[in-house]
């Protein structure tokens, strides 16, 4: 079975940074896509960002370009979201999800675009 697994998260004040990884197993990882998705309290799940298969292309909500940064590293079946000045806003439980096909940013920008998810770890940023 596919298993994805993040961890990385925890609580930071307002300006710090963290990074967060995903490791995934049960399936051929250099050829799915991974996104990167947060759900804040009180709100629906919402994009962050996405990576395509061999990291030739990314995508970013608008509101974490320029702060945060997603990366992989295909021998470790592994991708990574660096979080940088971070807000309160960005308090929220980030899932990692995995997708089979080629990239289409529209496509991975999406919920839908993904077959399967992590658990989740929880960023809390103080203000």
């Known amino acids: 079975q596919v298993q994805l697994v993040e961890s990385g998260g925890g609580l930071v004040q307002d300006g710090d940074s963290l990074r967060l990884s995903c490791t995934a197993s049960?399936?051929?990882?250099?050829?799915?896509?991974m996104g990167w998705f947060r759900q804040g309290p009180g709100k629906e799940r919402e994009f962050v960002a996405a990576i395509s298969t061999g990291s030739g292309s990314t995508a970013y909500a608008d509101s974490v370009k320029g702060r945060f940064t997603i990366s992989r590293d295909n021998p470790k079946n592994t991708v990574y979201l660096r979080l940088n000045n971070l807000k309160p806003e960005d308090t929220a439980v980030y899932y990692c999800?995995?997708?089979?096909?080629?990239?289409?940013?529209?496509?991975?920008?999406?919920?839908?675009?993904?077959?399967?998810w992590g658990q989740g770890t929880q960023v809390t940023v103080s203000s």
């Open positions: 049960g399936l051929t990882f250099s050829g799915a896509v």
């Open positions: 999800a995995a997708a089979l096909g080629y990239f289409r940013r529209d496509y991975h920008s999406k919920q839908g675009g993904y077959a399967y």
